[in-house]
């Protein structure tokens, strides 16, 4: 078990264009959560996932965002038409249910 | 709405201090209360897990409190080393299992 992986760690994309993040959980872990995270800053919720089952997302997650988690194993993260707003950390985390989460390393968004 | 306040936003001591940083939440309704270390540039990793019915944790040099009726909790970290170095957060989960976070203290120890 290598732990929560993500990919890319990081990505530097043009205003307006669409970026896609992955994550892998830890196997056999059924929630999933994608978290954002700006400089100096804790994280900020956007979404989780109960197995296959997109079960909560945030204000924050504006129409350009979209997450799956299609078998209940990996996850994506999707943001169209970026913005230089968007620019900052991407966590993902997970969780056997509701007790010690853990989290990857994060992808970096840099939109110019 | 339950906020999370963590003082002091930065804080730098010799090596060899021990030093306490602090939590504070606003609903004592949570399900457990998490401290994490971040390294620049990195993701998260856990150091303490307090579950809502227990007072503290230890692990290594670091001890854990948490006070529910005051909504606080302190971070001990004894003999400081510069490998302590990193932002420290916490989170308290609440009742719907979601994590709600501090800012975080950003901790330099100078050799």
């Known amino acids: 078990d290598t732990g929560v992986s993500q990919d890319p760690r990081h990505k530097i994309t043009k205003r307006g264009q669409n970026v896609t993040f992955r994550c892998d959980p830890i196997s056999e872990h059924n929630r999933l959560y994608w978290y954002r995270q700006t400089l100096g800053q804790g994280p900020e919720f956007l979404t989780y996932?109960?197995?296959?089952?997109?079960?909560?997302k945030s204000r924050l997650l504006s129409d350009r965002f979209s997450a799956e988690r299609p078998k209940g194993s990996f996850s994506t993260l999707e943001i169209q038409r970026t913005e230089q707003g968007d620019s900052a950390m991407y966590l993902c985390?997970?969780?056997?249910?509701?007790?010690?989460?853990?989290f990857g390393e994060g992808s970096w968004l840099t939109v110019v | 709405k339950q906020e999370v306040t963590q003082i002091p936003a930065a804080l730098s001591v010799p090596e060899g201090e021990n030093l306490v940083l602090n939590c504070s939440f606003t609903d004592s309704a949570i399900y457990n209360l998490q401290w994490f270390r971040q390294d620049p540039g990195k993701g998260l990793t856990s150091l303490l897990l307090i579950q809502s019915s227990q007072r503290e944790q230890t692990s290594g040099r670091l001890n854990a409190s948490l006070d529910k009726s005051s909504g606080r909790s302190t971070l001990y970290i004894a003999a400081s080393q510069p490998g302590d170095s990193a932002t420290y957060l916490c989170a308290v989960m609440d009742s719907n299992y979601q994590l709600i976070w501090g800012a975080g203290t950003k901790l330099i120890i100078k050799p």
């Open positions: 985390a997970s969780s056997p249910g509701g007790n010690t989460i853990y």
């Open positions: 996932f109960q197995n296959e089952a997109q079960l909560e």
